[in-house]
């Protein structure tokens, strides 16, 4: 059987690196410039694409106070992604960068706005992670009280993606004629206002951009709901996913794949990437020690704790930590990843949970051992699920020169000399790299 590529993505927060460990620093995360050599690293591996994770808000559940979040640098302090990825994609010129922006925060207009400029300065390598938000704390930053419902919120989103991509189109792509005989810059005749008028936007056009490379940015999602996964099949190019092992993945998978073909989609269209935190070591034996030393570490549960609080709003450190939790929790936030923590009815203790869930070592399979073992393990696992690849995704613990090293420099050698990672860029549009294979 021919062997099968798969794509490579890189999930990443705008935060310090890893300061509290003896190779990191933490420091002048703020100049970029860290993350911008991580971009050139990841371009040198063929990565599809860097993105870029956002939350709008200073978390403040946990134990009831911002002193864990800021203490620990833990989703706080965060800056904006969207200067990020115009650095990333101006220091490249093959990876794909792609930003969360969400449409809580973003007035449509300027998100198309914004994306298309990107789009532009970067020659056609911009994505965008659609996403709602999920706090209170966020939303009360933008003159809302309370975080809508999640219906309501995916009723939003749906009429936004529908003026966004009317702006979009509002320049034909041809419109820009520059001819400088009949003294004409743009086409006034290919340039149309909208007009718009919906329940929750009213937005007339049109787009003062001109069309970017790709024309949209990619739109990259993360449903995991029912209504979340109706979403991101009618409009993602890439859904992001973090499922437990093979076979969620594959069902997964096929479900999206299965809602994008009722839609009306070629189901080949959308790669779906799975997140995964690999360990590595020179000997299997040195990368199960480091993992085992990373999950005793003296922050490991609270860490953990603190970002699921901040995700679901629900404070953790008021529940005994050798304890089962006294209920099912439910939350308006990221409720996929409260019901993945919490494992209603599996009768474990918090403190199980959390290492079971790993402030973040966020892996849809275990990948433990060395760049050979783990590179193996990923090819039977996507021949398993049968597409279309993984996004690494940095533990709140390990964000290094270091470990951007393994992945770049020991595991992905590793998947190319198995023919599983592209040695070398086809085109040099992140829509094009996704539609590759
Ligand atoms: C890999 C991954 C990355 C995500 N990144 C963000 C993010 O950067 N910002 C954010 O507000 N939500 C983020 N989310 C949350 C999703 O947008 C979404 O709300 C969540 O997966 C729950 O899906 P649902 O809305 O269908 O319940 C992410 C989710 C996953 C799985």
Known sequence: MATK?????WFMNFTPDEWRLPYGSGGRFWDGRFYIEMAQALERACFDYIMIEDKLMVPETYGGSRDYTLQNAMIAPKHDPAPL??????????????????????PPFLLARLSSTIDSLTGGRFGWNIVTSAEDLAAQNFSLPRLPDRELRYEMASEYM????????SWDTDAVVLDRERGIYADSSKVRAIDHVGKHYQVRGPLNTVPSPQGRPVYVQAGASPRGRDFAAAHADSIISIMPGPAAMK??????????ARLGRDPDTIKVLFCITPTLGETAAEAH???????????????????????????FAEFALDEPLPRKLTTNGESGSLDKFQQWGSGKTLRQLALDDGGGLVSSVELIGTPDQVAERM????????GDGFLITTPV?????RYIV???DWLVPALQRRGLARTAYAHEKLRDHLLEF
Do not use: W
């Open 397 to 401: 613990m390990r964000m290094s020169r």
């Open 85 to 106: 990825a115009t650095a990333m994609g101006m220091a490249t010129s093959r990876l794909g960068v792609v930003a969360t922006l969400s449409t809580l925060s973003y």
């Open 162 to 169: 529908e003026v966004v991509n009317k702006l979009f189109a």
């Open 379 to 386: 090819g039977e696992v996507m021949a398993e699920v049968g």
């Open 5 to 9: 590529r798969f794509h490579l993505g």
């Open 251 to 260: 069902d997964f998978r096929d479900d999206i794949r299965a809602r994008a």
């Open 289 to 315: 020690e480091k993992y085992q030393r990373e999950l005793s570490s003296p922050q490991f549960v609270a860490d953990t704790l603190a970002c699921i609080s901040a995700i679901t709003e629900i404070d």
């Open 406 to 408: 393994e992945i770049t």
